[in-house]
């Protein structure tokens, strides 16, 4: 990374939750970083309104913005009457939302981080891939899954909010994002490297939760396992689990990024203290 003065940072946060007051004034605390960039891990609210004033906010902040969806974002509101978009259909209205406020999106062309121009290239890469339910024991048939969670802690929320309309299910919509993203990240350049950021972790064992431990099936897909080599990921930016740490696997920096709720971040250090910095390396070769 480099430390020169006026160089470009790329920071990034995940689970803002704004439903909660709390964050929603904290926000606003946020200073103002210049021209650097800031990733959105997904989870920002589950209200549009919300959403959209968060990121006109965070623009008046940053240089560039870069946003993924989590699954708080997607719920649909299945009371009686609503007329609340879902699924798929929610998913590309908040594209269209984000896009007006200038961020990129997992929809738009990659982008090539402003780093050493002598060095290998570095697409900053925002990926939506959801999850399929294989993060769960290899001897729970996924017939019995609900079951099997019941038996420990409740049923995650996504199963009543998370429509996969027009799919048939939750697995069939993250088999389709992710062969559609795969295609799209092999055809990057030679020599090409990422910063893969996705609201959900890329890798099973990553994953630690011990109070809620059977809410792995609900955290990503074990496709995705070897995509920090695939594609020579320098970073891999994920959020959902509410647990912040940086973990290197392979020479990958896997960094968990979120906020969450107000009793899991110090109030008095404001927002802005839990921002990542995950400027990439330029490293050659």
């Known amino acids: 990374m480099t430390d020169e003065p006026g160089a470009i940072r790329l920071w990034a946060i995940a689970d803002l939750h704004l439903a909660a007051e709390e964050n929603r004034a904290a ?11 800031l990733i959105l891990a997904g989870d920002i609210a589950e209200r549009e309104e919300l959403f959209v004033d968060a990121l006109a906010l965070l623009g008046t902040r940053f240089g560039k913005l870069i ?15 609503s007329a609340a978009l ?5 998913y590309r209205h908040l594209v269209g ?23 290998a290239p570095v697409f ?14 290899d001897d729970v048939p996924l017939s019995e899954l609900k079951s099997w969670v019941r038996q420990r802690h409740a049923v995650p929320v996504d199963e009543l909010l998370l429509d996969p309309d027009p799919f048939e299910d939750r697995p069939a919509w993250c088999a389709a994002r992710c062969a559609e993203t795969e295609a799209r990240l092999a055809a990057l350049p030679d020599g090409a490297r990422t910063v893969l950021i996705n609201h959900w972790p890329l890798r099973e064992d ?8 059977r809410f792995l099936p609900w955290c990503g897909t074990r496709t995705t396992r070897d995509w920090h080599r695939r594609f020579r990921a320098s970073e ?47 490293a050659k070769g």
Do not use: C, K, M
Request: glycine share 10%; proline share 11%.
């Open 97 to 119: 939302l984000a896009r007006q406020a200038g961020a990129v999106t997992p929809e738009d062309p990659y982008l090539r981080w402003p780093g050493d121009p002598d060095a």
């Open 27 to 37: 926000l606003a605390g946020i200073p103002d970083h210049g021209a650097d960039w």
């Open 67 to 81: 946003w993924v969806p989590g699954n708080h974002d997607l719920w649909t509101d299945r009371r009686p009457g």
């Open 236 to 282: 891999v930016v994920t959020g959902h689990l509410h647990t912040r740490r940086t973990d290197v696997i392979d020479g990958t920096r896997f960094h968990e990024v979120s906020l969450g709720y107000p009793r899991q971040w110090d109030q008095l250090r404001g927002i802005g203290a839990y921002l990542r910095d995950v400027t990439p390396e330029n």
């Open 86 to 90: 879902r699924g798929d259909a929610r």
């Open 206 to 213: 990553l994953i630690r939760i011990p109070r809620v431990p």
């Open 124 to 137: 900053i890469a925002p990926l939506f891939l959801l999850y399929d339910y294989s993060f769960r024991p």
